[in-house]
């Protein structure tokens, strides 16, 4: 017995007694059990391990502990003491002191050689199947497969490919088409099939295939959504199918077998047609019901029938070649009674006399046969005839005239008939006033109006069956192999049969009795069979077994390939398919089955149900092919094929023809199940769930990214194409929930689903020890992006400080031409009540960065109060403050939020301030006029700000800032010290109750207010008159107006004035920037207090960081009363332009 051998060497040969050869052979061992992981049977304080150690190092000891060697078939034998087994923890010892270094990761880094002998005891049947997992379970050894190329792929697709078409319709295609055009459609027809063979090779030898055929390797080359899409295309085809070959089993019966079985009949001609398709419907429906009785009592019985049913197959075309050779030395009889050149229906003449009269007539008188009572009023001679009948006379052909007699010249050429049309020989000479004839005559009629189109999807159902093989490739013993062997061969085979069969059928069968559909001329004989020998029922027989057996091999396929899909859980309504009985047969899914065959059934005609299975067909043969061609020019690093004899020009040519014969055969076939795989794939992409199959699709994505990618790289976007590209920047509290998942919302409004959006956090910690806890992180944010359904990316960085973090994702975050150009964030709630200043720090840190890196900023204020996306405005106004120009981004962020439902229905106000040397009339024609050629609806406003002394309220806010910044100051370089914080508080308690007295006794004039209230300082400018109230004389003083001369001189009074130090001076630079922040906030409060939303622009952060707490107070001061505003950054790059 051939066995894999290992050559390991651990250490010296000579250390192992008895050992000539360092190569155990592993295959062979019995009771060993190869295990991942090694580290846990290694037991470090086993006296043994060390024992072992010493001895191998000396290199004298026999260590039998470690080499047991078995005298078996001849060959020594060793329990390997380099894979794990259950023998013994010392064997691992060897192992473990030479991959020492890598013990660590053997749980998920097994050793090669553990990994090499799962993958050879690898069995490629079904995973997941419940008999499978239960053999598995209880240590069952499973039958390896053992079928080869000509069992298990070469038979099954000939009885696949071999089918009802070829008996019943193959010769009336060559009547109507000719013997030419039936070559071409014959050829085109194989060509559509070894092309998809040739690309169903490739995807079938790329890797294993475990069982489940064309919809396996369709949806893991394409993906889910196609997958899911063809599959059911290719399931509806195969189930059709099942219908088809019952119909035409039902239509031999009743046709050539037992005609006198029908149950409706018409004694009307002009109903026959629809009483033979009521007779159709009642036993195709027996036969379904008696079909899947017997597919759902065991499918064991339809694999034994299979033989059988295949060697009719076989006997059958055996005995169609073996005819027409003999006929070319002694002709079957079938004569075929003509009147003039129009066929005349063989089950009409009682007498077998083709002829007027009966000749010679016994009282030399002549006698009329039985025709003539068909064309005549009656029997006698005088009668009142037909014209054309009386006009022309009877004759006989032979309608088996043999393949020496020349027929064929006449067959060459089509002679397509419309319904109701004649039968007629055109060789054959006729009267000149022939008129339409009557179907109450004897004549044979076309049913059907033919065209070469009709005729290739009627035609196209006998080339189907070639996925049997790759049906089978759980059972096959080298599928890689026997399935491009097998496949094509049968294909081949196939093609030389129909396309001899074509020449044969033209070159032995008269052209009347090729173009009589169901044989009226030869008295109801099947007309292939006429030709068969030694008898037409050869043929008769096995054509109807072949035709139930193919029946049969439908039904037992089709609801496989459902229970397939529905396991894949790809198309949520389909899970109840999954299931069956404890076996694992698919009973719901054969349910459905037979009740869509019943479908077929109910249309009763197989010319009617052969166009539609050929659609669903070329539906899959078109996506194999693109599969195969789509792989190849991707050159995916895991397209490695073994079968070698393709390429994507072959793949897109079967792609072609398969496009092509479908709009041929029957253009709205064609669209019809375009529209039913549309729908699938479109159902699947929005309610199926996710799968990730490394599918050609997502390679094809990958390539266009890619391409798309490096066309933006080439130049900075223009103007018009800029978009914002968001980086929504969101924060986690402990147990890892957004804080504000409102901004979020704010973005998918802003997005209305177009562009990019990232969706950004930072978690605290170090990478290594945090991965698991950024994952949940990652995990959360899908879900609320799910929730939002935002279309984008989330991403999430791991880092010592969030600052540091915040700067990295926004650096790194993006590729090329799609980074974002945009961030939101959310403003630090209660940013002063907090004790921690890093989360204002860590704000301003963030509004330098996005300044630094050139980007947008957003920043929602107050974002709880902001709308949900399902609470839209019903009226109100966006107000726009456009107070200095960033870009356009404040008339760009209107437009795009009215693109959103939420804020649809609200009107768009701008506003802009004009000081004292602007012409505010003049600035409001043109604001007016930039909004126009901006192509922006609203109405503009220009507010003009008048020079104005600064009040004593801005003094007091400024100083109100600068002494809480100091006590923060101070209170961070002695912590400890939580005394010092209330003398402080009371310091400018006092300081603030009597700004202008000169008194240097301050005990007796503080003013006790709570520490808390101290530190979250004054709202708005009631509550500062409120707290200055103490006397009338006091509050006049807030409110009179300060001048630079009282400013002066109040300073030069109080310089003796006992406060700390650090609290005497106030900054000019903070003045006047309080004095802007109060008078806009005075101005916007008064003009925009009922605005939905209020856009305005962000004023930098100072260049000295001492100063950013000030900053934030600023901004605080420049937002009072206000319910929503959106402060706004831009990123210095026009976003926004006039030019088209």
């Known amino acids: 017995m051939a066995s894999v051998r290992f050559t390991v060497t651990p250490t010296k040969a000579e250390d192992l007694p008895g050992l000539s050869d360092t190569s155990p052979d592993i295959s062979s061992r019995s009771g060993a059990r190869v295990r991942f992981g090694s580290r846990e049977s290694v037991n470090r304080s086993d006296p043994l391990s060390e024992v072992s150690g010493g001895g191998t190092a000396g290199g004298g000891g026999d ?32 192992y473990d002191r030479n991959l020492a270094l890598f013990e660590e990761e053997m749980d998920t880094r097994p050793k090669v050689s553990s990994l090499l002998n799962r ?41 696949n490919i071999f089918g009802v078409i070829l008996f019943l319709r193959l010769t009336w295609v060559v009547g109507n088409a000719g013997v030419l055009q039936g070559l071409c459609i014959v050829f085109v027809c194989c060509c559509c099939t070894m092309l998809t063979a040739i690309s169903m090779s490739a995807i079938a030898t790329n890797g294993v295939v475990p069982a489940g055929g064309a919809y396996f390797m369709i949806s893991r080359s394409l993906g889910p959504e196609f997958g899911g899409a063809v599959g059911l295309c290719f399931y509806l085809g195969t189930t059709f199918a099942g219908a088809m070959y019952i119909l035409g089993a039902i239509e031999i019966l009743l046709m050539y077998i037992a005609p006198k079985a029908a149950i409706f009949e018409s004694k009307h001609p002009e109903g026959e047609g629809a009483a033979m398709l009521n007779n159709m419907r009642v036993y195709g429906s027996i036969c379904l019901l008696l079909m899947s009785l017997l597919v759902f009592v065991g499918v064991k019985y339809v694999n034994k029938l299979a033989s059988i049913f295949l060697a009719c197959v076989i006997v059958s075309i055996v005995s169609i070649y073996v005819g027409a050779l003999v006929s070319a030395f002694k002709p079957p009889q079938f004569p075929v009674c003509m009147l003039g050149n129009r066929t005349i229906s063989g089950h009409e003449i009682d007498d077998n006399k083709c002829a007027k009269f009966i000749h010679p007539a016994p009282a030399l008188v002549n006698e009329t046969t039985s025709i003539w009572k068909l064309f005549c009023d009656g029997p006698e001679l005088n009668a009142s005839c037909d014209k054309y009948f009386n006009s022309n006379n009877f004759s006989e ?14 067959n060459l050429w089509s002679a397509y008939l419309s319904k109701g049309d004649v039968v007629e020989k055109g060789s054959l000479e006729s009267s000149v006033d022939a008129h339409p004839a009557s179907t109450h005559q004897p004549y044979v009629f076309a049913d059907i109006t033919t065209s070469f189109t009709l005729l290739v999807g009627i035609f196209f159902p006998s080339v189907t069956g070639i996925m049997a093989g790759s049906n089978r490739s759980g059972d096959l013993k080298d599928a890689q192999r026997s399935i491009p062997i097998g496949t094509i061969l049968a294909i081949l085979t196939t093609s030389i049969v129909y396309l001899t069969s074509v020449v044969l059928f033209g070159a032995c069968i008269e052209g009347v009795v090729l173009r009589d559909k169901f044989g009226d ?202 978009r914002p590209q968001v980086l929504v920047l969101l924060k986690l509290d402990e147990d890892a929930h957004v804080k504000s998942p409102r901004l979020l919302t704010f973005a998918s409004q802003l997005k209305a689903g177009k562009g990019l959006t990232i969706v950004g956090t930072v978690v605290s910690g170090n990478f290594l020890q945090s991965y698991g806890e950024a994952l949940a992180a990652e995990q959360t944010l899908k879900h609320l992006m799910d929730k939002e359904r935002v279309k984008g990316f989330c991403q999430c960085i791991v880092a010592q400080k969030p600052r540091e973090g915040i700067s990295h994702m926004i650096q790194s975050s993006g590729l090329g031409g799609m980074k974002p150009n945009t961030v939101v964030m959310g403003w630090p709630h209660a940013w002063r009540q907090s004790e921690d200043p890093q989360s204002w720090k860590t704000f301003i840190n963030t509004v330098r960065v996005t ?17 949900s996306n399902s609470e839209p405005c019903t009226e109100g106004y966006i107000d726009v403050w456009w107070i200095v120009h960033d870009g356009g981004m404040l008339m760009l962020l209107p437009f795009l939020l009215r693109q959103h439902k939420v804020w649809r229905k609200c009107g768009m106000r701008i506003f802009t301030v004009a000081q004292m040397e602007d012409n505010s009339i003049q600035m409001k024609k043109d604001l007016a006029t930039f909004l126009y050629h901006l192509r922006i609806e609203a109405e503009v406003e220009v507010v003009e700000m008048h020079d104005s002394d600064i009040s004593a309220y801005t003094y007091e806010r400024t100083l109100m800032m600068e002494q809480r910044s100091q006590m923060l100051r101070q209170m961070r ?11 402080l508080a009371l310091i400018v308690c006092e300081a603030r109750a009597s700004p202008l007295s000169s008194s240097t006794s301050s005990s007796k004039q503080r003013v006790h207010v709570s520490v808390s209230y101290q530190a979250q300082l004054v709202k708005d400018r009631n509550s500062m008159l409120r707290l200055t109230s103490g006397s009338s004389e006091h509050h006049r003083r807030v409110q009179m107006t300060w001048t630079k001369e009282k400013t002066s001189q109040y300073r030069a009074t109080h310089s003796g004035c006992s406060t700390p130090e650090g609290f005497r001076d106030m900054d000019h630079s903070n003045v006047r920037r309080m004095h802007t922040a109060v008078k806009l906030n005075e101005v916007i409060v008064n003009k925009s207090h009922d605005a939905r939303l209020v856009l305005l622009n962000m004023p930098g952060p100072p260049r000295n960081p001492d100063g950013d707490e000030n900053y934030m107070e600023f901004l605080e001061v420049l937002t009072e009363g206000l319910e929503r505003v959106l402060l706004v950054r831009g990123g210095g790059s026009e976003v926004i332009t006039i030019y088209s």
């Open 521 to 722: 001329s030869v008295k109801g004989n099947l007309v292939v069979g006429t030709l068969a020998w030694p008898s037409p029922w050869v043929i008769v027989i096995g054509s109807f077994f072949s035709t139930c057996g193919a029946g049969l091999q439908s039904l037992t396929g089709a609801p496989r390939l459902l229970q397939a899909i529905a396991k894949d859980n790809i198309i949520p309504f389909l899970r109840v398919f999954g299931h069956g009985k404890a076996n694992g047969e698919p009973t719901w899914a054969l349910l459905l089955t037979a009740l869509i065959a019943e479908l077929g059934i109910l249309i009763a005609s197989l010319d009617l149900v052969a166009p539609i299975l050929t659609m669903f067909f070329l539906m899959c043969y078109l996506f194999v092919n693109l599969a195969c061609g789509l792989q190849t020019l991707l050159r995916t690093p895991n397209w490695r094929p073994r079968f070698s004899y393709y390429h994507w020009t072959l793949s897109f040519l079967g792609m072609t023809i398969c496009l092509a014969l479908m709009f041929i055969s029957s253009w709205y076939y064609a669209i019809v199940a375009m529209v039913i795989a549309g729908m699938i794939y479109k159902y699947i992409e929005y309610h199926g769930a996710e799968k990730e199959w490394g599918d050609g699709i997502r390679g094809l994505s990958l390539s266009a990214a890619r391409y798309a990618l490096l066309r933006l790289e080439e130049g900075p976007p223009h103007t018009k194409n800029w």
């Open 119 to 159: 993958l050879a005891n690898y069995t490629n049947l079904t995973q997941g199947a419940k008999e499978h997992e239960e053999a598995e379970s209880i240590g069952e050894k499973k039958k390896s497969p053992q079928m080869g190329t000509f069992m298990g792929v070469y038979l099954p697709c000939l009885q």
């Open 397 to 410: 052909i032979a309608g088996i005239p043999g393949l020496a007699s020349g027929v064929i010249s006449e």
């Open 973 to 983: 370089l002695s912590k400890s010290d939580r005394e010092r914080e209330v003398s």
């Open 851 to 867: 300044t630094a890196a050139h980007l947008a900023l957003l920043v929602p204020k107050n974002i709880s109060l902001f709308p």
């Open 63 to 94: 260590t039998p502990e470690h080499s047991s060697v078995d005298q078996g078939d001849g060959n020594s034998k060793i329990s390997s003491v380099y894979i794990n087994n259950t023998h013994g923890v010392d064997d691992d010892d060897f």
